[in-house]
């Protein structure tokens, strides 16, 4: 009996320290696994940044942009069934998502107007239901500058209202003033990529910009009197000659890009990045004196390229870096009263490349 009782004892025991070692290493790997994920979606380093949340989750999904009251954001994905993107939007938590566009065509560069019950976008579906066809990466890395961009006012609910321009050629990159009054955009109307402004009904259009070379991607100051932007311009003969031809094939070549800023009007324009980097995406700090944008200025020769977040001064003084994730972070947009901050980024994917829409809370 004794001996029995002892066999059964050392038997309880075993079991359960197995049964100890299993919980106790299954823990740990949750605890690591848990803390990897911590770590992908905040590195240490990211001292502007706080809770950041990953707010969708697979497919490709950018340019996410804070509605006038901040309590929605309006952004591009491609996922589900779509095979290019539309134009979706959801609460700042991620929730609610309601796919706003026609799920016709390509769409690009939705914005917010000032009421929250419309918004702005570009779309090819006027030029036929199915996606346009994306660039040959033979000639490296591309973006397509699809003529048949338009741009289009809608509710939210999906329905056109407006047609905003009717121009031959690229429209798109089409933004709000925070005063609610002019939207900037870019067109090849003229010939060349150019930045444009016009009021909210599509009339009193200005062209902004006349340089040969591109310029694009523009936003408004927070008192929309000044506005930063993208722009590559070409300098030596073969430069401009490659540069014209990309662009009569309806191409850009995105590898050397400064960021610029103007007033609203168009006067007054200066360099604030000068290095041999892709840098875009800019937005203004909501005091009006800094822009935060993405750029591959820590190594330009990385393949896939590694974008970051750097803020700046107005005048180009006082770079740092906000972001220091080994995969893209871009498209950055502050919530007007400060307190928050949305990007894309590849960080957390599933599958490689994966893009998605991440929101944190700003310290100072």
């Not at 929730?95 to 090819?124: M, R």
């Not at 609610?180 to 009021?199: C, E, H, P, V």
């Not at 870096?321 to 919530?335: A, E, K, L, N, Y």
């Amino acid at each position: 009996m004794t001996h029995f009782c002892s066999r059964f004892k050392f038997s309880w025991n075993l079991g359960f320290i197995w049964a100890f070692e299993f919980v106790f290493w299954n823990f740990i790997l949750v605890s690591v696994t848990f803390t990897q994920t911590i770590d992908l979606l905040h590195l240490p380093e990211e001292k502007h940044l706080k809770n950041i949340r990953q707010l969708t989750f697979g497919g490709q999904n950018a340019e996410a942009y804070f509605s006038f009251d901040n309590q929605k954001l309006i952004f591009q994905s491609e996922r589900d069934t779509f095979k290019c993107d539309q134009i979706f939007s959801m609460n700042i938590d991620g929730t609610n998502v309601k796919l706003f566009s026609t799920g016709q065509g390509k769409t690009t560069c939705s914005y917010f107007l000032p009421d929250g019950a419309h918004f702005i976008y570009a779309s090819t579906h006027l030029a036929g239901d199915t996606c346009p066809p994306t660039p040959d990466r033979k000639k490296g890395y591309v973006w397509p500058i699809y003529s048949s961009f338009d741009i289009f006012v809608a509710d939210t609910n999906g329905a056109i209202v407006k047609q905003l321009t009717d121009t031959p050629g690229y429209d798109a990159e089409a933004v709000v003033s925070p005063k609610g009054d002019r939207i900037a955009f870019t067109s090849t109307r003229n010939g060349d990529l150019d930045i444009y402004s016009m009021d909210l009904d599509g009339t009193e259009v200005r062209q902004l910009t006349h340089e040969p070379g591109y310029d694009g991607g523009p936003f408004f100051s927070p008192d929309g009197k000044k506005i930063v932007y993208r722009a590559y311009y070409p300098k030596t003969e073969k430069e401009i000659a490659d540069y014209k031809k990309l662009l009569a094939e309806e191409k850009i070549r995105p590898m050397s890009l400064q960021i610029w800023m103007m007033d609203a009007d168009g006067s007054n324009k200066h360099q604030v990045t000068n290095n041999q980097a892709a840098n875009f995406g800019p937005f203004f700090h909501p005091d009006g004196k800094r822009i935060i944008f993405s750029s591959n200025m820590a190594d330009t020769s990385s393949r896939p390229m590694n974008f970051d977040l750097y803020l700046i001064n107005i005048d180009g003084t006082g770079l740092e870096q906000i972001t220091h994730s080994p995969v893209f972070d871009g498209f950055p947009m502050f919530s007007s009263d400060g307190k928050k901050l949305v990007f894309a980024s590849n960080r957390n994917a599933k599958v490689q490349g994966e893009t998605n829409i991440f929101i944190a809370d700003w310290v100072p």
